[in-house]
């Protein structure tokens, strides 16, 4: 039966998915958080290339997988249903590890806040996890609590990135806030131009 490792905000340890579950084809991300009054957050998947600096930048406008659009031309990765009951919530990204296109080095997972008023931070949530599971066994393989008080003036976090090393896939949390208001704040900080918006 495989062990679950919980990750730990702030670690540099990279958890290899082949080991801990070598026959690995497709992961289920469920993100979840509570809040004591109304928290609307999106999840999104940005499948990137890594730049001349290392940095991850996003393979092409179709690339960005959420709510609004909801897979990549590969038909990697999947976006679920936004969910909007706003106090205790979650909602999931689906990967299958063979269909990411070649390009991709790394895929972050990032989650903002959909807030007309702008008011709203991560700071009015209460808990915030990030739960991976073996979708063909329905077995959790990794867990995260994300939220961290350092959070709470942010509006957008960086939760976690899948990275391709040495021909596999590894999983590193981060928990960092980013600075911006929304989904277009995010792409352009993972590369994007202003003409992707026209």
Not at 3 to 31: D, N, Y
Not at 163 to 177: F, Q
Not at 179 to 198: M, P, Q, S, T
Request: aromatic share 8%; hydrophobic share 40%.
């Amino acid at each position: 039966m495989t062990q679950k490792i919980s990750l730990k905000k702030g670690s540099s340890e990279k958890v290899s998915l082949k080991k801990i579950a070598p026959a690995l084809k497709r992961i289920r991300l469920e993100f979840s958080w509570k809040s004591n009054e109304k928290l609307d957050l999106d999840v999104s998947a940005l499948i990137c290339r890594h730049n001349a600096s290392g940095l991850p930048e996003l393979l092409s406008p179709r690339h960005l997988v959420c709510y609004a659009q909801k897979f990549d031309p590969e038909r990697s990765t999947f976006a679920g249903e936004d969910v909007r009951d706003g106090v205790g919530q979650m909602e999931q990204i689906d990967v299958t590890l063979d269909n990411i296109s070649a390009e991709a080095q790394e895929i972050a997972f990032v989650i903002t806040i959909d807030d007309e008023t702008g008011k709203k931070r991560l700071g009015h949530a209460t808990e915030g996890f990030l739960k991976i599971f073996d979708d063909e066994r329905n077995v959790e393989l990794l867990d995260f609590d994300f939220l961290a008080p350092e959070l709470a003036g942010n509006t957008i976090c960086h939760v976690a990135s899948l990275a391709r090393e040495d021909s596999e896939w590894k999983l590193k949390a981060y928990g960092v806030g980013k600075a911006g208001l929304d989904i277009y704040d995010v792409v352009k900080a993972f590369g994007a131009g202003d003409d992707w918006f026209e």
